[in-house]
Each structure stands twice: as C-alpha cells, then as structure tokens.
C-alpha cells in the first residue's frame, strides 16, 4: 500500500495503478460521436480535453522536479482542478478569463482551441515552466511572477491575492456590454463576450468576493446587463482549514441576482455540460450566475506543504480516489476511444514532453537587473500624453460651436471669469467626457446629486447615463468597475468620496491595478483616474472621515501617480495631464481634490478673489499643459530688495495658501522667499525641489499630512539624496487622527506653525 501522502511519486504510480485497471469496453464509439450516451462532449473533444488535463498535471510533477534542484520557484499546482479544462471548453477563447492559480487546464485546454501556430500544448506548457523558472522569456509577466495571463488568449493575469480580481471582473463585465453602447470606443471582445473568473472554495469568505457577489446581483437587480459567469473551484479547503461542510453551496446559493449551479468538478463530463449551460445563459441572457465545482486537492497546497499534519489520512485517500484524470480515463476507456495502455504510453508521451520543455526553459535568462525589473511599472510617455492633450483640445475646440455649446448650456467656461476649484473640475470634467468618447464619470452621489460638493453637478444631464453614472455604496466596487472598463478600452474616472473610504479598498490600486502593467508588460492596461475629495481643514464638515490626510499609502505604490491641484489654475492642466497619461500609457493617476479649497475664492483678503482662475479654453490647451511630476514656483519677492532669495517653502494643497498667505507677510518683513508647490506627490518633482532648495539654501516644508510617512518625509529624503546641504525644517501635522471642531487645529498645522519655522530658518 502506497503512503497517503501525495507526493510526486506515489499521485504517478496511482494513476498508472488505476489506468491499468479499468475494463475493456463491451463496444466502441465513434471519435466524432458523443462519448457516452446523452453526453454533448464527443470523443474528439474529450480526447483533446484529456491532453490538456494530463499537461496539467505533469506541469505540477516538473515545478516540483524543478524545484527539487533549486530552479523553480513555484509550486502551488492544479492537481485535482484538471476538470476546470472542460469549463475552458464551454467557453469561447475570445471570453475574458481571469483565472484561479489552480487554472493550468484551462490554460493549456483554451491554448490548444485557439488558432495561435505550433504545438500549442508544448506552448502552453512553456508558458507556465518559463512562470515557475522566472524566466525574462515568460510570455505575460517577464518572470515576475508566475501567472496565467495571455493577451492573444483573452486570459488576463490575476495576482495570487484571494478574490482581489474578482471586482475587476464584474468590471470586466461591465465594460463588455457598456463598451459598444458607447460611440467612438473599440472594444478588444465580441460584443456577445462574457467575463469568466475563477476561485477557491475559502476565498468564498473574502470581502473582495462578497462584494462582488453583491455588486453582480445589485446590477442584475437594477436591470443593467452583467454577462459574467464565476467558477468555484472548491476542493474543500482554504490552505489548511476546511470549509465547513454545505457552507460553500449555502454561501453562493443565497445570492440575490446571482444563478446558481453545481456539478461534480472531477467528472470531466459534468462539469462541462454544466459550464455548457449555464455559459450559455450568461450569454444569451447577460446575468450574472456562479458554477460551483466540487473539486479535490492533491499533493497538498503548494509543493512546500505537509498536508499530512493537518488531514486525517482518510480525507486525502478520499481526495486520491476522486482523481479527475482517472476519471477522464475510464471515461475514454469506456467509450472505447483508448485503451488502458494507450492511456499509459499518452500520459507519459506528454510527461515527457513536459519534461523536455521544462529542461529547455530553465537556463534561459531571468531578470537582470533592477532596471529590467521595474521597467513596465510607470512607462511614461509625456510627449505623447502632450500630444493627446493637444489632439483633445482640437477636438473640443471643434466641437465648441455646436456640441460643446451644448454641453456647456450656452455658456462656456473660459468666458464665465474666474472659477473655483470645484468648478473648474466640473469644467473639466466636461471637456474631457466631450473630447475622449471612452471616459465615464461615476461614483456615489456623482449623477443625480452632482456629487457631495458639486463638483459633478450636470454632468449626467450633459451625457447621459451611460457615462455619469450613481454605483452602489461600496468602493471596492468602484474601483473594480474602473479596472475592467479600462480593460474593455474605456478610460474610467471613478470618484471615491472621501479619502478616508480609498483605505477600505485599497487593494484594487495596489494589487490589482498597478500591478497590471508588472504581470503583463503592457499587454493588459487599465487606465483609469480615480478623482478622491480628501484632506483636511473642512469648516463646516469636521472629523476625521470627512479629513483624513493619510497619503502614505498611494504614495508607496509603484507607478501609481498621485495629483493634488490645489489652485483652480492648475486643476484643469493636471486633470488633463492623467487623462492623457491614463490613455497613452495606461498609467494609474489618483488625482485628490483638497475639499477645503473646493469653494475657497480669497487668498490674502477677504474678497480679493486671488485664489480664483479663469478656466483655459481648449485653444490654449497645450500651451498650459503641466507634466506629471513638475512643480510650480511662486517667487514672492521681499518688498525692500525685490529679491526671492531668502527661504523655499515646499508644500502642497492646503499648504499652499497658508504658505502664501505667510510669505507674503514675510515680504512685507524684508524677506523674499520662493514658495513651491509639488503639485504631484507621486512622482514627487525631485528636480524641481532641490534647484528651488538650492536656490535659498533654506528650506521649510510645509506638509498637512501626518509627521510620520507623511508626504515631508518624502521631500527631506529627495533633498538629501539631490544633495542638498543647507538648513531644513519641517512642519507637519500631529501623528493623529483629526478630530471633530476646533480641536482639529490642535493636530494640523497652520499659519502661525509655519511662521514661526520660517523666522526660525531665517534666524541661522
Ligand atoms: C487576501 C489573501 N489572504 C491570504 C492569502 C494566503 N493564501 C493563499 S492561498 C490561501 C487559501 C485559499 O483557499 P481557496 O480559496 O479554497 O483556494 P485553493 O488554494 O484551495 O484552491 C490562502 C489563505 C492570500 N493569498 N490572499
Ligand atoms: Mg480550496
């Protein structure tokens, strides 16, 4: 008797021990005929589907022979998934797919359907072996990580993260039925696509997989079309910890707007007349519906993992026993499509195969270098994002006598004088939705309220609800939305209403939308800029919600760029600027709007209206065109000299004002200073900072977000690294939440702060 334990070995020997013991069929069926009776699957297909599941499986046994030598870095296999191949085949190779780890099946099954040349199992099988090796060769992440993905294949890679792409999905959905309704956009699927994603039994329990259960049935109920089919693949455990029995099933089952069906995921047959069915449906009916597929676990989690001292050895023979590959194999064998030892001589023909790939990948070359490593994470093309900026422009301005008039209900921007902040986001948000035919504006409150500050106020009524749209209250799913509709050509503009609520979703941006262009090199983008109303100093609205200032966590996310306008003058500019970069380069902008400047008209006096600017009419577009990570300087020169000489004040935001409004004084004092506005913290201007800092030799930052990993820290470590060498001080906000009334003043710094380090550096 075999050890329970199922490793390499003995999941082998097993299979060729229960190949080797089937019965000889009393009769034969035909290849082109249905391989049992009242089964929709033929032969052939059968036959083609084996292939894949048996590729699948040797993939596992060569990651752990490669590992076994220190050269494959990956082990978490698909062994007792293989029946997800029959789901590949319900589907058309044109129907995005965002796949489960487990997915090596449906991999190598929709590879060897798809038109793509040459031996398209051994391909498929290189793909996945260059994944394991880390090889630069691999086809979608360049060895960065071990992912199924595939531009020519529809399969969008998917990070390891549980359910993290499951909103995406949904999105992907959405933007596949939203994409044609829109003129002027191209979608890369059919419009009679549908969006299939895949996912474990445990991840069942995720907050990113329940909102998206939800957010699938809200639409459904809300009678948008959602063609989006999800796959559970429950082999009964999340790593270690079973999922309590019936749990799964009562879990998808009680969905509101969510079809669902189950069907035993070892049986070859049944799971694909099930995923047959209910694909169909999605397709003719554009609803959402979930596939539960009872699947097995073989060889543990991942090739590091003793299963043993966590299962009753009774589990794991059960788990043996429902091999899906032999399962397949009596199936072909009581068809009389094969026999026992052809099955044997097939199963090792492809190991081998396997094998002989997986010696071929391993000495290909990996990543060398930092700069080869990183170098899909913020492709930055600013010539060309400045050229989409102009072509916009000669778009708009075309448009300005008829369509644009309209928009605007006769009255144009740039001849209504001066605006505000919120306003001139408005106004810009307007251009953009008239010049770029793939944008979509949405969010909570954004459509029938125009936003909490008014700041999308008519918008829906400009272009109707198709394109300004109210979500349902869940950001993870706003974010989500933008990730697929930028995958299916759409350039979404999601509003996340207050900073505070970004925190709770964050992982879309993280995870899943920046990580995009590392997993797939440029082949998958999703272009997307998310507007977040945040920051504090609100003298109406306090607390802590409604004035969060914690940045830290968008500004560590590689590529991601982080815009805060805070002059109406620059609002319009830096919108335009991550438009721009969001359609050229796919990039990831978040473009966060100070709500305490939103309205703000005054800066040195009351009534003097010098915070307000008149909005830029498309003509002059590419003259006023802002680069991302370009900063912009204020000189305010002393009232004795003349001269800006004296002090730099770096800052951002709300920062700005205060600081003019001090260094104004300050000149009035016989000191000029020079006072600089990051405008992006992400990427921060470094050049523009140490040149100004250099320029004094004295620096003041000026930073409203919390002393520890706020933003100051950041600009401290760009000026010591541009080598810097004369005096600095900092003023930041308390490491405190920001409390409700006065007592905010208590933690966020103010006018008297900075004055007071400004006389302080002026004093050395
Ligand atoms: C958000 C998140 N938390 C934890 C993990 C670590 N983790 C990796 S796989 C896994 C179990 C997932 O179980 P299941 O969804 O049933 O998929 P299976 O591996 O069984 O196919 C866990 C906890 C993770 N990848 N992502
Ligand atoms: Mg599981």
Redesign the pocket.
């Known amino acids: 008797m075999l050890d329970l334990v199922t490793t390499p070995q003995n999941l082998d020997e097993r299979f060729r021990d229960a190949v080797t013991a089937l019965e000889p069929p009393a009769s034969r069926r035909a290849p082109a005929d249905p391989v049992r009776d009242g089964a929709t699957l033929t032969g052939d297909q059968a036959l083609q589907l084996f292939d894949a599941q048996l590729t699948s499986r040797h993939l596992d046994l060569a990651a752990r022979w490669l590992r076994s030598f220190n050269e494959g870095f990956y082990t978490?296999g698909s062994s007792g998934?293989e029946g997800n191949a029959a789901v590949a085949a319900a589907l058309r190779v044109d129907d995005p797919a965002l796949l489960?780890?487990?997915s090596a099946a449906f991999y190598c099954a929709r590879f060897s359907e798809s038109e793509l040349p040459g031996d398209r199992l051994a391909d498929a099988a290189r793909d996945v072996l260059r994944g394991v090796v880390a090889s630069a060769q691999e086809p979608i992440a360049g060895g960065r990580h071990k992912v199924f993905g595939r531009a020519d294949l529809q399969i969008i890679p998917t990070t390891?993260?549980?359910?993290?792409h499951l909103p995406r999905a949904v999105g992907v959905a959405f933007g596949i039925t939203r994409g044609p309704a829109l003129k002027g956009t191209t979608s890369p699927w059919p419009a009679d696509a549908i969006a299939v994603a895949s996912?474990?039994?445990?991840?069942v329990n995720?907050a990113s997989a329940t909102t998206a259960f939800n957010a699938a049935g809200w639409y459904d109920h809300s009678g948008t079309k959602l063609p989006l089919l999800l796959i559970c693949?429950?082999?009964g455990?999340?790593?270690s910890v079973p999922?309590p029995e019936g749990w799964v099933a009562a879990a998808l089952s009680s969905r509101p707007g969510l079809r669902y069906t189950a069907a035993d995921g070892c049986d070859l047959l049944a799971t694909y007349d099930a995923a047959r069915e209910v694909a169909d449906w999605v397709r003719e009916h554009r609803r959402p519906a979930v596939l539960h597929l009872s699947m097995v676990?073989l060889m543990g989690?991942a090739g590091s993992d003793a299963e043993v001292a966590y299962r009753p050895s009774a589990e794991i023979a059960a788990d043996l026993a429902r091999d899906p590959l032999v399962s397949t194999a009596k199936l072909l064998v009581e068809a009389g499509l094969i026999s026992s030892e052809e099955i044997i001589t097939r199963y090792d023909e492809v190991g081998w195969q396997v094998r002989k790939v997986a010696e071929e990948v391993l000495g290909e070359p990996k990543l060398a270098t930092a700069a080869e490593v990183i170098a899909p994470l913020a492709p930055r093309r600013p010539l060309r994002a400045a050229r989409t900026i102009a072509d916009a422009a000669g778009r708009a301005a075309g448009a300005a006598s008829a369509l644009r008039m309209q928009a605007f209900a006769g009255k144009l921007p740039e001849l209504a004088g001066p605006l505000t902040l919120a306003q001139t986001v408005n106004a810009t948000l307007t251009d953009a939705l008239l010049a770029m035919p793939g944008t979509l504006v949405y969010g909570e409150d954004v459509a029938r309220k125009g936003g909490v500050y008014g700041v999308t106020k008519n918008l829906r009524d400009r272009f109707g609800p198709d394109r300004v749209f109210d979500t349902l209250l869940d950001e993870t799913t706003i974010l989500g939305l933008g990730l697929g509709a930028g995958l299916a050509g759409l350039l979404p503009i999601p509003e996340i209403q207050y900073l505070a609520y970004l925190h709770n979703a964050e992982d879309q941006l993280r995870g899943e939308a920046a990580t995009m262009g590392f997993f797939s090199q440029g082949a998958f983008r999703n272009p997307m800029v998310v507007r977040v109303a945040g920051l504090a100093y609100q003298q109406s609205f306090g607390g802590h919600f409604h004035n969060d200032n914690a940045v830290a966590v968008l500004r560590d996310v590689p590529g991601l760029v982080l815009a805060v306008p805070a002059r109406p003058a620059d609002a319009a500019p830096m919108l335009r600027s991550c438009l721009a970069a969001a359609a050229v380069d796919g990039s990831v902008c978040v473009y966060l709007e100070p709500i305490a400047l939103y309205h703000t008209r005054d800066l040195h006096e009351q009534g003097d209206n010098e915070w307000l600017s008149p909005y830029a009419a498309p003509t002059s577009w590419p003259a006023d065109h802002v680069p991302i990570g370009r900063a912009r300087t204020y000189p305010i020169p002393a009232a004795t000299s003349g001269e800006s000489d004296d002090l730099t004040i770096i800052t951002f935001g709300n920062g700005l004002r205060m600081s003019l409004r001090v260094a104004a004084r300050l000149a009035a004092a016989g000191y000029g200073s020079r006072v600089v506005d990051l405008r992006w913290l992400s990427p921060l201007p470094t050049a523009d900072l140490v040149r100004e800092a250099a320029a004094t030799g004295r620096v003041l930052i000026v930073d409203e977000t919390r002393r520890s990993g706020g933003v100051g820290e950041g600009v401290l470590a760009a000026l010591v690294d541009g080598g810097f060498v004369g005096a600095a001080r900092r003023i930041a906000s308390a490491d405190s939440f920001v409390p409700l009334g006065p007592a905010a003043q208590q933690v966020l710094i103010g006018e008297d702060a900075i004055t007071q380090g400004a006389r302080a550096l002026l004093a050395r």
């Open positions: 978490i998934h489960h780890y487990r390891s993260t549980i359910a993290s996912f474990g039994d445990a991840s995720h693949e429950d082999n455990l999340g790593i999922s676990r989690h």
